[in-house]
């Protein structure tokens, strides 16, 4: 375990906790741990991975924004649900990425893992684009990536990252649980 990884767990850990309660000050802190991870990342050639954390330092901006300044009032958006139409379209987003990823990946380089890390960054992008407009379907949607995400961290030996997802299967958990709770949604 390099310090690398070390520096990343701690940081994309307290950013995970600060979004389960519900702090923008998650985004700038996630912002650090995503460009920690992509290089982490770039180095086992977990190029999915890699390149998905690129697109999650954008969406952790786009994230910061929504929850400082989103919403009908530009005054930060509200825990609220997303529909059922809102939650297929996402999720079929999320599988056409996953074939289009994976397709690149497993033909054009020397990925480990092609296909499964292409649908785990897929989907991992569907569930933070979920989170940053604060839907309540994000936290289901990221449980069951993080299962998946401690078995792939564990044939890759990255036990401290494995670590840190079988953690952030218990803060999806929690912060189910705790956004169910936000009195926005009685509205």
């Known amino acids: 375990m390099s310090a690398l990884e070390w520096l990343a767990v701690a940081i994309s850990a307290l950013s995970v906790w600060l979004t389960v309660i519900r702090t923008p000050w998650c985004w700038p802190i996630g912002l650090v741990g995503v460009v920690l991870y992509g290089w982490l990342f770039f180095g086992v050639r977990l190029y999915s991975d890699a390149l998905l954390q690129g697109v ?30 809102g ?8 599988a056409l990425g996953a074939l289009a990823l994976g397709s690149v ?11 499964l890390d292409a649908a785990l960054a897929a989907f991992s992008l569907v569930a933070q684009a979920w989170m940053a407009r604060k839907y309540l379907q994000c936290w289901p949607l990221w449980l069951a990536i993080d299962v998946v995400y401690v078995g792939l961290y564990l044939v890759k030996d990255l036990n401290l990252t494995a670590l840190l997802y079988a953690g952030f299967v218990v803060l999806a958990a929690l912060g189910w649980r705790q956004w169910r709770a936000d009195p926005a949604l009685a509205k």
Do not use: K
């Not at 999650?56 to 924004?65: E, I, K, M, R, S």
């Not at 989103?70 to 529909?83: C, F, M, P």
């Not at 990946?105 to 296909?115: K, S, V």
């Open 105 to 115: 990946m497993a033909h054009f380089t020397d990925a480990e893992q092609p296909w």
């Open 87 to 94: 939650q297929l379209i996402g999720l079929a987003c999320g």
């Open 56 to 85: 999650f330092a954008v969406l952790q901006l786009y994230g910061w924004w929504q929850w400082t300044r989103g919403g009908q009032r530009h005054d930060g958006r509200q825990v609220s649900n997303l529909g059922g139409r």
